[in-house]
């Protein structure tokens, strides 16, 4: 089977980061482009991130580039308490050599998926604000996108920003709301399945046998993450971004149902809140895949697998 073709939308972040070091480990991927997002950071950093760590595993040829600013209706809320100041946990990688490509990721994202209808998945791993404005300002591209494999909300636990909404859906849920809508075919991979998915220090120290600036790189920045995950109960680093790609490299792992799932907008204490139609009480068709349940092991085993293989290939 030939990879699959995918473009990462994205808002690094320490998670954000691991998905792009797996997607590029990975030969049933083609890692076709890079787009950004605020987010976990500004879109500033997003950006120089998203350059930087790509700089490091030798992947300048995907092109970054760079998007929405701001969400579309609330005000802008970064994450330093989780993802450092830097929005990579205690790494420091240099200055990036690389130019992000000079067009908007929304032109971008519309250009190349209408040039080739229906063959280019989308993975968002931030918030949605740069797909929720392509299919406003291109209404032919909702047809044409392959599909949307999105990190975000939480389905049958509770939020992690606020009791009820998830990170990504709360920093902009009224492009949730937008592509939720769509029609575009849609994989949801929210919390109740990331945070299964826990990286502990003994696959850190697995790595860092191998040296290697990538071994390096994952143990600086995980570190920050690895402290506030104890703080919050979990024994591990949650791999909520990366778990989206295991619906191409191992999809035998996750348990997907078809919901009508559906995005809080109305401002109160439940914003962003996402809940599905478990018992199809309003007859709506399903509107999505969701996932229910992940071999968490079989993943985080699966994972530090192709870490171990891309430090093994990136030497000093
Ligand atoms: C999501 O929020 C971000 O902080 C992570 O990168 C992930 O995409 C988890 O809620
Ligand atoms: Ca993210």
């Known amino acids: 089977m030939s990879p699959k073709r995918i473009i990462i939308d994205t ?32 879109l500033e ?10 700089e490091l595993a030798k992947a300048s040829h995907i092109p970054v580039v760079q998007g929405s600013m701001f969400p579309l209706v609330q005000p802008l809320r970064a994450s330093a308490d989780v993802h450092g100041a830097s929005g990579l946990g205690n790494s420091k990688l240099p200055e990036p050599h690389s130019k992000p490509v000079a067009q908007h990721a929304v032109d971008f994202l519309i250009e190349k998926i ?6 280019i998945s989308i993975f968002p791993i931030g918030p949605l604000t740069n797909i929720a404005m392509a299919i406003r300002k291109e209404p032919k591209f909702a047809k044409a996108v392959r599909e949307l494999v999105i990190m975000g909300g ?21 492009a949730a709301h937008i592509v939720f809508h769509s029609g575009i ?12 998915c826990l990286l502990r220090q003994e696959h850190i120290d697995r790595l860092l046998k191998i040296n290697s600036p990538i071994s ?35 999809p035998e792992l996750l348990t997907l149902k078809e919901y009508y799932v559906d995005v809080d907008i109305s401002g109160g204490i439940s914003m962003g809140n996402t809940f599905a139609d478990i018992y199809n009480i309003t007859k709506k068709p399903p509107n999505m895949k969701v996932g229910m349940n992940v071999r968490s092991d079989d993943f985080v085993e699966l994972f530090t697998q192709r870490m171990e293989k891309l430090s093994r290939s990136i030497t000093d």
């Open 11 to 42: 808002d690094p972040g320490i998670d954000d980061a691991l998905a792009f070091l797996f997607a590029l480990a990975s030969p049933e991927i083609k890692f076709e482009a890079l787009t950004t997002t605020q987010g976990n950071v500004t």
């Open 45 to 54: 950093k997003a950006t120089r991130n998203a350059l930087s760590v790509l």
């Open 114 to 119: 209408l040039a080739e209808p229906n063959k």
């Open 154 to 174: 939480a389905i049958q636990d509770g939020g992690n920003v606020t009791p009820q909404a998830e990170f990504n859906i709360y920093v902009d849920p009224h």
């Open 185 to 196: 075919p849609i994989t949801l991979i929210p919390l109740d399945v990331t945070q299964k």
């Open 216 to 250: 390096r790189f994952i143990r600086d920045a995980v570190n920050v993450y690895l402290k506030v995950s104890y703080e919050r109960g979990f024994e591990g680093s949650a791999l909520h971004d990366p778990l989206t790609l295991a619906t191409i490299i191992a």
